[in-house]
């Protein structure tokens, strides 16, 4: 039997990754005459207005609103709305929520539930060696209960096998480009006398490690003039502040907060800088690409390694090299950017429609098998 009924459970509507991807696909899916119930913890968040037309919103009664160990009983909350909506499939749509998915299980034994790998499963130190044994067993006692697994890229499935030691495991990218013509605009070489401007995109918090992008501009800056806006949010902007102010950067770095023009801000700079310590797979990179930008990143995701395979499109170097970065942002400038042949062939797997069909192929694959 399809997938004819889907339904994703989230703790809230907070501005995550996830969820923005989530109510992406599921949009796709109603459009193909699937049903689409969003469970939720709780209301709050702004991304309960990005909620698909079409889509059921189903909320617990009482509310279960975020907070530290919230995650440690939501599935259990949960639980016995999931058997009464009686959905064909269980959707869990990314690494925060993979702790939900036990106690749904033990209410719809019958209901396949699968899990998309948001994040690396492990991060370091505790993905190899003599570590690893401590932490393999938490990570299976936590992804209890999922059925199958969609990684955002071969090498988040080729961890999942290390890690799990299974294979129950599809490549299913994001859908982070429209479908229809790219925005691409050429970026030839800055010229070497003109100012290099950066444009960094991310919320403000340790995951993105900002501060290693300061220190690659106080690097970058002894040898040309440069200058930084960064677009986010986050609970670590007034210590950002200090450090920018504390470097003496105020005058090149720019923590801009929010914009809806983004495009503007493509066109404008010279690449796209990424100094995360980890991600998963960073829609503002393919973004940046579809706009013609190339992308200067710590090697920080299998993502970025499958994405940026040739030096039209970016460089990656070493994470924490502050130093590494300021050069190779200065010498990825220097040269072309990507063709938009290039560009359009990388991006072909991260199109909205070709992603979701990808999606359903395998919801229904794994419901009817």
Request: aromatic share 6%; glycine share 8%.
């Amino acid at each position: 039997m399809p997938a004819r009924h889907i339904l994703i459970p989230i703790h809230d509507f907070s501005a995550g990754g996830t969820e923005l991807i989530a109510f992406r696909l599921a949009s796709h899916w109603l459009a193909t005459g699937r049903q689409v119930t969003i469970l939720a913890g709780a209301r709050d968040g702004p991304m309960i207005e990005r909620v698909p037309q079409g889509a059921a919103v189903h909320v617990l009664d009482p509310e279960r609103s975020r907070w530290r160990f919230s995650r440690v009983r939501l599935g259990a909350q949960m639980a016995p709305d999931v058997a009464r909506i009686a959905p064909d499939l269980v959707f869990i749509p990314g690494n925060f929520h993979f702790g939900l998915a036990r106690a749904i299980k033990a209410a719809v034994p019958q209901t396949k539930i699968i899990g998309k790998i948001s994040n690396p499963l492990v991060g370091a130190p505790f993905d190899h060696g003599a570590l690893a044994a401590v932490a393999r067993p938490v990570l299976k006692t936590i992804t209890a209960g999922i059925d199958w697994f969609a990684a955002m890229s071969p090498g988040l499935a080729q961890d999942l096998q290390r890690q799990l030691g299974h294979a129950r495991v599809s490549t299913l990218y994001d859908p982070n480009i429209p479908d229809g013509p790219l925005p691409f605009i050429p970026h030839p070489p800055r010229n070497g006398s003109e100012p290099l401007r950066l444009l960094g995109i991310g919320r403000l918090e340790p995951q993105k490690n900002w501060p290693l992008a300061f220190e690659a501009i106080a690097k970058i800056r002894q040898q040309t003039p440069v200058t930084l806006r960064i677009f986010g949010q986050g609970p670590d902007r007034a210590q950002l502040e200090q450090r920018i102010a504390a470097m003496d950067l105020s005058d090149v770095i720019d923590l801009a907060g929010f914009t809806d023009r983004l495009a503007e801000e493509f066109a404008h700079a010279h690449a796209l800088l990424i100094t995360s310590h980890f991600e998963g797979g960073p829609a503002v990179a393919a973004e940046a690409l579809a706009h013609g930008l190339p992308v200067v990143a710590t090697d920080c995701s299998h993502f970025l390694r499958d994405l940026i395979d040739d030096p039209t499109l970016g460089t990656l170097v070493s994470k924490g090299d502050a130093a590494a970065l300021g050069k190779a942002a200065i010498a990825q400038t220097l040269r072309n950017g990507p063709t938009d042949e290039l560009v359009a062939r990388k991006l072909a797997p991260l199109r909205f429609g070709a992603t979701a069909k990808a999606y359903l192929d395998c919801f229904d694959r794994v419901c009817e098998g």
